[in-house]
């Protein structure tokens, strides 16, 4: 008897583990879960960058719904996520709003400073080289996806990355996407010390588009034949203009919205288009 009273203790006690096991899993993915490559991308799909989704979690999944409408391949966020990426919690909810995504499209993250370089970051996503900053191919498009959070001074083993993988590279676009703007009139201005670290690389291997976020508005900049766009329009508060920033000289549009850019590649050129969560145009432009 009191062995069959054991046994049932210990069955309900490994049922009760598993189940919370599972639970737990649902509640917040394991490292593995988001894979990019299992994903097949189909011919003419276009390509998503938004970002700054943060923790207006109705609005993001609206930003998710309207894009999702477009059959994208590739989805590109230019960070803060989550509003705190040390709390545990909203994972799960950022997680639950991309699922979506993941069906049927690659999911590329950039680190924001609300990410705080947490393990929880790390844990969701697997990511290449270390994971912080890394390039991914497409057609005739190279990817550089960068930390502005780490150092990027000349001779920083970030920027000596940077330099060499653009060097090496033989597409004819690159873009490049990091979280800090190297131009903005919103509240927090572009990061003139990144500028200063930067821009000596982009001349030199003509990098014709660069991502950004940050500041929560949709804000488009030209600056030696470079096109700088600002998307921080996923979820987070809206910023107002800046109208006294010595960056306006070069600012083509600013929108205060909430918005996705679109990047559709075809032969040698790029037509980035811009719509706001009800899909209505707000922007275009034709890169060559």
Not at 84 to 112: C, E, H, M, Q
Request: hydrophobic letters at 35%; proline letters at 3%; a positive charge.
């Amino acid at each position: 008897m009191n062995k069959l009273y054991l046994f049932l203790l210990l069955f309900l006690f490994m049922t009760t583990y598993s189940c919370q096991k599972v639970k737990n899993h649902n509640q917040f993915p394991l490292k593995g879960d988001i894979v990019q490559n299992n994903i097949k991308i189909k011919k003419n799909s276009p390509i998503i960058i938004y970002g700054d989704t943060r923790n207006n979690y109705e609005i993001h999944k609206k930003v998710v719904k309207s894009f999702l409408k477009k059959s994208p391949a590739m989805v590109f966020n230019t960070g803060d996520l989550v509003y705190d990426g040390d709390n545990t919690s909203l994972w799960p909810l950022f997680y639950n709003i991309i699922k979506p995504i993941l069906k049927v499209a690659r999911y590329y993250p950039v680190l924001g400073n609300h990410e705080r370089n947490s393990i929880n970051y790390f844990k969701l996503f697997n990511l290449p080289n270390n994971e912080k900053w890394y390039s991914i191919d497409f057609k005739n498009i190279n990817f550089f996806i960068l930390d502005s959070n780490s150092d990027l001074s000349v001779d920083s083993r970030q920027h000596l990355w940077l330099n060499s993988k653009l060097k090496a590279s033989k597409k004819h676009f690159k873009i490049l996407i990091f979280h800090h703007p190297l131009y903005s009139v919103g509240r927090h201005g572009g990061e003139i010390k990144l500028r200063n670290s930067l821009m000596e690389l982009i001349k030199k291997y003509k990098v014709q588009l660069i991502f950004n976020g940050h500041d929560h508005s949709y804000q488009r900049f030209t600056k030696d034949k470079t096109t700088f766009i600002v998307t921080g329009g996923g979820g987070a508060p809206l910023y107002d203009k800046v109208s006294n920033s010595d960056d306006e000289k070069f600012l083509k549009k600013f929108i205060k919205t909430y918005h996705y850019c679109l990047l559709k590649p075809k032969n040698n050129q790029l037509l980035l288009e811009i719509y706001d969560i009800s899909n209505k145009l707000i922007d275009e432009i034709l890169i060559k």
